[in-house]
């Protein structure tokens, strides 16, 4: 399977936890996106990288969130001391650039009890 | 910033019947691309099709086109024939720089 591949697909956790979720993109991708998507919404951009470059990162987005690309390969994306209000969807995409268009993992379901 | 607007919350339409999804965009840019992509309640996100702000014919991939007007900065999906398996999230999006998405429209086929 050459996809977006997300791990774990599902991850239950209690308030205060860290979490951490990986993203392999499509290998030739050299842009990586996040995104956190709650029912009934549109994905809300969080961050993205050009190789391993970190270009952007949301405003809405606190300092108990990171993600890294080492070597510009796979992505993480840790949440520490989660919070109820962080239960979401979380998204991976990659693409080839800017304009082009961006192929979507199957997203990480993160609860938090 | 690009900013990307979806007004329709949810659309019906009768099977086999064309439906356009509204979608419209705010950028200072000249070089952008525009993108739709479907959300089945499976949840994953599925590449429809694409238009690039040079681009001055309307794509098209099968059953989908996607109407641009630049002047109106609007990038409207229309779907001929449409067929029970077409409900679902319709979400625009636009790139500049980043890939940034509207609230989507809730598309219902009733047969």
């Known amino acids: 399977d050459t996809g977006v591949s997300q791990n774990p697909r599902h991850k239950i956790t209690k308030r205060g936890q860290n979490v951490t979720f990986r993203c392999d993109p499509i290998s030739e991708h050299n842009r990586l996106y996040w995104y956190r998507q709650t029912l009934g919404q549109g994905p809300e951009f969080l961050t993205y990288f050009q190789n391993e470059a970190q270009l952007e990162k949301s405003r809405l987005l606190s300092d108990r969130f990171s993600a890294e690309r080492p070597k510009g390969s796979f992505s993480t994306l840790e949440i520490q001391r989660t919070e109820q209000g962080d239960s979401a969807m979380y998204l991976c995409a990659s693409s080839l650039g800017g304009e082009t268009e961006a192929f979507f993992g199957q997203g990480t379901r993160l609860t938090v009890v | 910033a690009q900013k990307i607007t979806q007004t329709q919350p949810g659309m019906f339409v009768q099977e086999k019947e064309a439906v356009t999804l509204d979608c419209t965009y705010d950028t200072s840019d000249q070089s952008y691309g525009l993108f739709w992509y479907k959300q089945p309640s499976s949840g994953e996100m599925i590449f429809l099709i694409y238009?690039?702000?040079?681009?001055?014919q309307n794509a098209t991939e099968g059953r989908y086109s996607l109407n641009f007007q630049k002047a109106r900065k609007s990038a409207n999906l229309v779907i001929s024939a449409s067929q029970l398996g077409d409900s679902a999230m319709y979400f625009c999006?636009?790139?500049?720089?980043?890939?940034?998405f509207g609230k989507g429209t809730l598309l219902t086929v009733n047969p």
């Open positions: 238009q690039g702000s040079y681009d001055e």
């Open positions: 999006g636009g790139s500049n720089y980043k890939l940034t």
